[in-house]
């Protein structure tokens, strides 16, 4: 059974950083690009960032370009985002996401966490 | 970056009723080298993640009845459910992935009328 946890999330005052992990398991996770996506309390969703099953292509969202990482491990079947310079804009629940592939295409997000709640504020 | 904008934002429809939701794009999703519409329909109910409903504008998930359908091209797109049911109460959204940024649409909200 395909499972994605993540972990991290918190309570952390506007300025300070934070890193999210997301543990995969029940597939092959080095075969799979994977993204994070976040939704404000109340809100709809918001794609955050998105990294290749290599590593090597990552995309990012305009309002976390330059302060959100991205980054995997294979080896350890984990997903992290590293989220710096945090503002009171970015509480949200944070959801990890595998992509859904289709005639080779990345044609949206199959299976999803449960997602792990970040609170910004002082 | 590609604006989705779905409407209406709040739905109600009696049970057995067809509901449409609308989803337009700020630019094309249609990528003439493959024929295909780049869109995905989600289904959200309270306290759960996302589950895809459609992909390729028109193409049910596995599992998904077949009460649910989409449609469209381009840059004007339609999720139909053909006979409302209970458990079909839920935020739909709409997302294209012609390219990154994935932006999804502000969602539309499905009650029982």
């Known amino acids: 059974e395909v499972q994605l946890v993540e972990s991290g999330g918190g309570l952390v005052q506007p300025g300070r950083s934070l890193r999210l992990s997301c543990a995969g398991s029940?597939?092959?996770?080095?075969?799979?690009?994977m993204h994070w996506v976040r939704q404000a309390p109340g809100k709809g969703l918001e794609w955050v960032s998105g990294?290749?099953?290599?590593?090597?292509?990552?995309a990012y969202a305009g309002s976390v370009k330059g302060r959100f990482t991205i980054s995997r491990d294979n080896a350890k079947n984990s997903l992290y985002v590293e989220m710096d310079s945090l503002r009171v804009e970015d509480t949200a629940l944070y959801f990890c996401?595998?992509?859904?592939?289709?005639?080779?295409?990345?044609?949206?997000?199959?299976?999803w966490g449960p997602g792990t709640l970040v609170t910004v504020s002082s | 970056d590609i604006v989705m904008t779905q409407s209406p934002v709040s739905l109600a429809v009696s049970l057995g009723d067809r509901a449409t939701i609308s989803c337009k794009s700020s630019?094309?999703?249609?990528?003439?080298?493959?024929?295909?519409?780049?869109l995905t329909w989600y289904q959200q109910k309270p306290g759960q993640p996302p589950r895809v409903l459609i992909y390729?504008?028109?193409t049910r998930e596995f599992g998904v009845p077949d009460r649910f359908s989409g449609s469209g091209s381009g840059t004007d797109f339609t999720l139909t459910i053909s006979s409302l049911q209970a458990e079909d109460v839920a935020v739909y959204y709409c997302?294209?992935?012609?390219?990154?940024?994935?932006?999804f649409g502000q969602g539309t909200k499905l009650e029982i009328k």
């Open positions: 996401a595998r992509a859904k592939y289709s005639d080779g295409y990345v044609v949206g997000f199959d299976y």
């Open positions: 029940g597939f092959t996770f080095d075969d799979f690009a």
């Open positions: 990294i290749s099953w290599s590593g090597s292509t990552i």
């Open positions: 630019q094309t999703l249609f990528y003439s080298s493959n024929n295909k519409n780049y």
């Open positions: 390729w504008a028109s």
């Open positions: 997302q294209q992935y012609f390219t990154t940024p994935y932006t």
